[in-house]
């Protein structure tokens, strides 16, 4: 009976143990889970405000799969960042001049709220969450919750040493990035008011430039 009773005991702990397991979701599943819901989205747009240093931007954002995206700016006003066909195009309005390069897929990743973005993530980085599976507040006043995950390079060769991100528990959407570079200070950028899978046309992504623009091509390999 004691041995029955042991045995029973054991059975018991074991399944629990399991039933626990279960409940457990690794940092890369769930990171791979939002990758997969991102990849599901045709289009969407959203808000976003952008901090570096002293340095403040805000603007709208817009993509299309696979690979279409674009940033209108309100601070600084009318300034534009934009990727179509391996082709970025960044207008500055203060020096009125629209910069051009040609970029691979890879190298543009154009942005780290996308689903090629995400990509390239899992792929050149590993995952944990920052302090435990469970949802915590955007910030300490917020009542906001998110899922708080940290990315580590993998290679001395990545532009950010850690990308922090946080992930809303209600919509899997990208709520925050925070991208610490090898050298300078953090980039902060926050995404709100999305809207998923609106009517978005490729027009939107091919920039024409005001006329009195200065264009200088190549210019991230210009003396």
Same mark, same amino acid.
């Given at each position: ?17 399991? &039933?626990?397991? =279960? ?26 405000? !952008?901090? =570096? ?23 600084? =006003? ?21 910069? =051009? ?6 190298? @543009? ?28 507040? !955007?910030?300490?006043? @917020? ?25 809303? &528990? ?25 809207? !998923? ?14 006329? @009195? ?11």
């Amino acid at each position: 009976m004691k041995i029955k009773k042991i045995l029973i005991a054991g059975a018991v702990a074991l399944a629990s143990t399991f &039933v626990f397991a =279960q409940n457990i979701t690794t940092a890369s599943s769930y990171f791979k889970s939002v990758s997969e819901y991102y990849a599901s989205l045709k289009t969407y747009e959203a808000d976003f405000d !952008l901090e =570096q240093g002293k340095q403040e931007m805000a603007g709208h954002f817009s993509y299309k799969a696979p690979d279409l995206l674009r940033l209108d700016f309100s601070n600084p =006003q009318e300034q534009v960042f934009c990727y179509s066909s391996n082709m970025l195009t960044i207008y500055l309005p203060g020096s009125a001049a629209v910069l =051009q390069q040609s970029v691979s897929t890879d190298s @543009s990743g154009a942005s780290l709220a996308t689903a090629q973005g995400l990509n390239l993530m899992n792929r050149y980085y590993t995952v944990a969450y920052e302090n435990s599976q469970d949802p915590e507040p !955007l910030d300490a006043d @917020s009542d906001e919750m998110v899922y708080k995950l940290v990315l580590y390079k993998r290679s001395t060769a990545e532009a950010f040493k850690t990308i922090r991100l946080c992930i809303s &528990v209600d919509t899997k959407l990208i709520r925050r990035v925070e991208a610490t570079p090898n050298v300078g200070d953090p980039i902060i950028m926050n995404f709100f008011d999305y809207k !998923l899978n609106p009517e978005i046309s490729d027009q939107r992504f091919i920039y024409d430039a005001p006329s @009195s623009a200065n264009n200088y091509n190549n210019f991230l390999f210009s003396e």
